[in-house]
């Protein structure tokens, strides 16, 4: 297990983070949301060094320390991170490798997790953007690449319902791959002070099973490029529109004229997309696009909820701003400069808390990056050719799937007028 550490002595706290391989995407294929029933199950009974604790004593002894514990999962990586203050590290330490290395899965806590996650599956299966985001990842990466199961890891309701205890344990097993892992550190202490405590709290720690498979350079096989997929919800007075597709970039690439680029077309408010929809039309409150930097191939998403009766017109500007983009109409040189700006401004937030400058620190080392990344990039965003910057990948509009969630009866004829293949399909 390795460790990455910054001192930071602001306030007296320190933020600790254990960062795994096998994130959403390393998700059981036989019962997807099993991953996300173990992270909701870690602070719900430990049976470690400490003892055997219940839940309630957990959160107990966490208020007493004045620490906090938490997991979560990202398409590459899962994190469980704790937050405890400087005079009480070694104490909120010991209880924090309880939950990470001896979970004890209880039935009962399992059947309340599990009513929580299935209560979270019905509600997004009412919200159009849920529908949609539920629909997409099968559609852009094709249902075998290991992000073609899900990008936000709540499973399905069939699989939410399958997952035994066993499971939770044998993933969690599988998950637990020290020779994997990083501890990242950041906060009022010494790394003099810190090794002792990390060793005698995960120093013994052994892989108990085979890793979880986790995305590497699986080719994405999209399924509906060039098409629109429609979701019936009647009576919505809108149609979200998400469309899709993957991007021949991983975040290990040099991907900041990509940024660029995105930041021009649909990345910012001041962005083309956005003005056209929101200002220049009043069809949206707000569209926005984003290619956020993975292991495997970057996903390229945009959203753009807008009038149930601008649909079929919404689609057609969209896609008349992507041959505009890569034709008559390529990112101007004060178009790019502002997005610059925007970024060289944006970086002091990677520094202004302990939880920014921790996730800095992941995304730098998961994605190999430097260890002067940060300190050199606003020279070299500064230093990105116009000519890079119209060269990037930003989807054509044949490349994109789009998803279409909304009145059938209203938008169907619409989206049939464009002349693209429309397909409707049954809620997800």
Known sequence: MKVQFVANTAVPVVRVQLALDGGVAADSREKPGTQRLMLGLLREGTTGALGRLDGPEIARRLERLGASVSASAVLDRTRISLNALTPNLAASLQLFADIVQAPAFPEDQLERIRGQVLADLANEATEPGGIALRAAPALIYGPDHPYGQSFNGNGTPEGVKAVTRADLAAFHAA???????????????????????????????????????????????????????????????????????????????????????????????????????????????GASSSAAPTRGAMPFLLTAPVDRERAGESIAAIRGLLAEFHGSRPPEAAEVDRARASSVRGLPAEFETGGAMLGALERSVVLGRPDDYLATLPARIDNVPLAAVRAAPIPAAGDLAFIVVGDRAAIEPQLKALGLPVEYRSLP
Do not use: H, M
């Open 175 to 285: 998950l637990l791959q020290p020779a994997d892992a990083t501890l990242f550190v950041v906060g009022d202490t010494s790394l003099a002070a810190l090794l002792p405590l990390l060793e005698q709290q995960f120093g013994r720690l052994k892989a108990a099973a085979a890793p979880l498979p986790v995305a590497k350079a699986a080719t994405p096989a999209p399924q509906a490029a060039g098409r629109i997929i429609l979701y019936d919800r009647p009576g919505a007075p809108q149609a979200f529109i998400l469309a899709g597709a993957p991007l021949p970039l991983t975040g290990r690439d040099d991907i900041l004229p990509l940024t660029l680029a995105n930041d021009v077309f649909g990345g910012l408010t001041t962005s083309r997309l956005n003005r056209l929809l929101r200002e220049e039309k009043g069809w949206s409150y």
